[in-house]
């Protein structure tokens, strides 16, 4: 069960402040039904943009899919507010995480919680740090100021490219199944890469111990159950447990990993010899060439990384 941002009796906020956050391809039209709620329920102070202060909103609603979601994650764990997510973007498989599958879903657990009702969690996320001899360290830049929080998956090899072409069909294309439309003709072109992963058995220990080091096509590192369009990557994983689920693919034959692609729909790949699966609070990635590292496909930075989770980064409204 994830936790309860609030407890007890159902509470109004009074003279509540709401903050909204457009991503791409969204517009004021679109907020149209969450501030009609201000009639039925209480009357709502609107602004538009990150408040820049958590003194100047009481939630903050963002419009957008997972990319939109991580771009803003670092401000809004900075700042400590409710965050309602909806669902607006060629990708949204963080919303499908929380239950908010649509946006008359966002809606409903929006006029929940202008009524009073408790329906705000806490999560995890995932926190990506460059390691020490990444090409990306400047001598100006602290470790903190290099992290990059993920809200649902974060992978390296075969996920990345994907990622990357992905990335650069059109728009409407990415929501309409983009990622599997741009895995297939990859898994026929990309080939194993020797990867060294090793797992922390406690989140601040400086001891790791090698999980696996061979030749792996795919390694994906979740927070989230799903990604790529509901893709049930890892399927076991909890948001609010403090660890990553790690699954790694290691040297499949092209048609067998192709044949192999449409039981990850269902959470079936995991039986699949060639396949690991394992929890751990903190990984480490290790590549004899500088590989990149896409999260909530986006890219964040290139091998080595650490990756690891940070407990209960980010308050959500929850249906």
């Known amino acids: 069960m994830v936790q309860r941002w609030l407890s007890g009796s159902a509470t109004l906020i009074p003279n509540m402040r709401a903050a909204a956050i457009l991503g791409l391809g969204c517009s004021p039209k679109d907020l149209k039904p969450f501030q009609a709620v201000d009639d039925q329920l209480q009357k709502i102070e609107w602004r538009m943009g990150m408040p820049a202060a958590a003194d100047e909103a009481d939630v903050i609603l963002l419009f957008g899919g997972d990319g939109t979601v991580h ?11 409710p965050v309602l997510v909806v ?34 969690c806490e999560l995890d996320l995932g926190v990506i740090s460059p390691a020490a001899s990444a090409s990306i360290n400047r001598a100006d830049e602290t470790p ?15 996920d990345a490219e994907v990622a990357r072409r992905a990335n650069q069909l059109p728009r409407w294309l990415r929501g309409h199944g983009g990622y599997a439309l ?18 922390a058995t406690e989140t601040e220990t ?30 076991k994983a909890k948001m609010d447990d403090g660890l990553l689920d790690v699954c790694i693919v290691g040297g499949v034959d092209p048609f067998k990993l192709f044949c192999m692609f449409p039981t990850v729909y269902y959470g079936r790949h995991l039986g699949i010899r060639e396949v690991s699966y394992f929890h751990a609070p903190r990984v480490r ?13 986006e890219y964040v930075c290139q091998t080595p990384v650490e990756i690891g989770v940070q407990r209960a980064a980010l308050m959500v409204v929850m249906p």
């Open 182 to 199: 741009s895995l297939a003709p990859t898994i026929f072109s990309f080939a194993p890469l020797p990867m060294k992963i090793l797992t």
């Open 206 to 235: 400086t001891d790791w111990i090698t999980k696996s080091d061979q030749p792996t096509l795919l390694a994906a590192f979740a927070n989230t159950p799903i990604y790529g369009g509901g893709m049930k990557i890892a399927p």
């Open 71 to 81: 771009r803003h994650l670092g401000l809004l764990v900075g700042l400590g507010l």
């Open 285 to 297: 990635v290790e590549t004899e060439h500088a590989i990149d590292v896409y999260a909530d496909g």
């Open 144 to 158: 903190a100021q290099r992290s990059r929080y993920f809200a649902c998956v974060a992978g390296v090899g075969l």
């Open 87 to 120: 669902p607006a973007g060629s990708g949204n498989d963080f919303a499908r995480a929380l239950g908010l599958g649509s946006v008359r879903d966002s809606l409903t657990a929006w006029k929940k919680f202008c009524g009073g009702s408790n329906n705000v």
